[in-house]
């Protein structure tokens, strides 16, 4: 069955970093567009970055633009999410996603916590 698995979530100090992983399985990888979103308490979930099968193309929401860099490892199926310069409005449950189009997502994860707190 289809399994999207995250994992590197935890606590961390304002401006550092949290590298998040999400490992792929029982679909084509390497087919599929993935993206990683975040929810905090009493909001919305919303998309932070994108990127396509090959991974040559990546789009990020404004807010992370320069500090976050999604990438992906599709020998590994694996796609990950590299967090630097953390701020505390980063924190929020961190959930990857996979779709086959550019309609809605097929695949979700459960999520996992990112806290930046001092």
């Known amino acids: 069955q289809v399994q999207l698995v995250e994992s590197g979530g935890g606590l961390v100090q304002p401006g550092g970093t949290l590298r998040l992983s999400c490992a792929a399985s029982g679909f084509t990888f390497s087919s599929y567009e993935m993206g990683w979103f975040r929810q905090a308490p009493g909001k919305e979930r919303d998309l932070v970055a994108i990127i396509n099968w090959s991974g040559g193309i990546t789009n990020y929401v404004g807010s992370v633009k320069g500090r976050f860099t999604i990438s992906r490892d599709n020998a590994k199926n694996t796609v990950y999410l590299q967090m630097n310069s953390l701020k505390v409005e980063d924190t929020a449950v961190y959930f990857c996603?996979?779709?086959?189009?550019?309609?809605?997502?097929?695949?979700w994860g459960q999520g996992t916590q990112v806290t930046v707190s001092s």
């Open positions: 996603a996979a779709r086959v189009d550019a309609t809605s997502f097929n695949y």
